[in-house]
């Protein structure tokens, strides 16, 4: 979705220190990478409507059907693409432009990926990133001193050839992930995947660090964590964790491809540690555990004692059909992990249906791709952990073991917490009613829990004459998708998402709307991304 922040959203930021947790790849069963299948990341890197609608056409759904949705206006022209933004929101992204929809119509670049943290030495200085297709690649940061009233965007240096790249950073052309840390002492991490595609019989592929010292103003040249040359192995999905005392911990999944990226074998947890403040790093350092090899969505974090914990999610132990939250917890700095797991995820073959190119696990009535992964957040005051994800344990096929889905999705968000990182509550679900929650953000602080997720709660339903919150339908056989395309409005289910949370202040009773306006997620991306 595009790059809106209300002050609601800041306040609760600067309360609890939410992260947002960035979008990333999901399996049908089990997990994929973005790249190292080659066959695979060809449909996964389909990032604008023409791209996806030419994919389509030679892979149609049983109605030869392409999803599309206009651009939101009130009115549209080349100029005013939206409507103004409602008091109490600012947009991060400063000078936006546009590209042209193969009906004619325009759209914003969009923005997906995001993630946003707050200084802990400065709460004026929130800073955010994000994948931004106004420059392809290339690592963007913007960050705000007065609170999120107003941002400045920062084109990080040496990332790429097209920034002064050097080293091993002339290698690559492309990234993805971006995630930004503070440590306690207020220094800025910035972390990304970079990659290159372009390549015929392997896909180069590394994890990148980058700091900054005064609150995402300027940055230092990025260091090269890790790096993969050959096709053998894909490095994707990572997360970042700052420490005191200059230690940095990055957490990444590793792809098993076998020789030369022959076919998937495992997908492992791994870790780098830094403690001269990501000047230097080690060895990729194994997290999850042998019997624990189908991994993805790894979350660090760092409890006021120095333990590192590392939530994410594994297949279940003894059974790769399903999949488990799994809890890896370091007491020496992270050298060495035990793995424990903690609580059910209900995403197997049967809990979603797949999207239309990618054959990737979806909410109904929607296209981009979802997943289970665990957003883990730890109170800097009390050393209390909380661990929050979403499944589709309601939908009944899903709960009973389907191989098949059937019906709807009624995704929800899980939630468990630790008073001591041993003794955990069991999963409960926070959230109610029959709309999908997803993409959960839990932070805490001061004894409290927040957990923020998307909804489709308050989506408007589609009428007769207003679609902005419904898709609509070009017909694949129409060659060349012309501008003239009919768009063919053929339902009228509720598509929107907006931003809510819900805190344990009251339990998690009530849900609380942030957002201030309804997203379309069919705008600018209608296969991997909402953006």
Known sequence: MRKLMSLGLLVLLLAVGIPNPAQAA???????????????????????????????????????????????????????????????????????TTFTLVDGTHCYEPQNEQNIVISPTNHQNIVTSANDYRYGFQALIYYSTDGGKTFSDVLLPGWDPATGATGLFKHVQAGGDPVLAFAPDGTLYYSALVYDFSYPNRTPSGVAVAASHDGGATWGAPVMVHYEAANNFFNDKEWIAAGAGGNVYVTWTLFNQGPHGTGYISSNIVEAVSHDYGRTWSSPIAVSDGVHFSDQGSSPAVAPDGTLYVAYEGNQAGDVTRDQIVLARSTDGGHTFTNVELGRVYDDVGCYPLNVAQGRQRLSFEQFRINGFPSLAIDPTTGGLAIAWADDQNNAGCANGATKFSGVTSNQVKLITSGDGTT????????????????????????????????????????????????????????????????????????????????????????????????????????????
């Open 424 to 531: 955990w509550t069991a999963p409960r679900q926070i959230t109610s009613g029959a709309n999908d929650k997803v993409y959960p953000a839990v932070g805490a602080n001061d004894g409290r829990v927040a957990v923020g997720y998307y909804t489709r709660d308050y989506s408007p339903v589609p009428t007769a004459s207003d679609h902005a919150c419904g898709r609509g339908f070009l017909d694949t056989a129409d060659p060349g998708y012309p501008a003239s395309t009919t768009v063919h409005y053929t339902d009228l289910n509720p598509v929107c998402l907006d931003y809510a949370f819900s805190s344990s202040t009251d339990g998690y009773a009530s849900e609380t709307r942030v957002s201030t306006q309804s997203s379309n997620p069919y705008i600018q991306f209608s296969g991997s991304f909402i953006g």
């Open 26 to 96: 999901g399996g049908t069963t089990h997990f994929k990478a973005l790249g190292p299948d080659k066959s695979q990341a060809s449909q996964d890197s389909l990032f604008y409507p023409n791209d996806f609608e030419a994919a389509v056409a030679g892979h149609p759904d049983p109605n030869g059907l392409v999803f599309f949705s206009l651009c939101r206006r009130a009115p549209f022209t080349s100029v005013t693409l939206y409507s103004p933004l409602s008091a109490g929101n600012a947009d991060a992204v400063v000078g936006d």
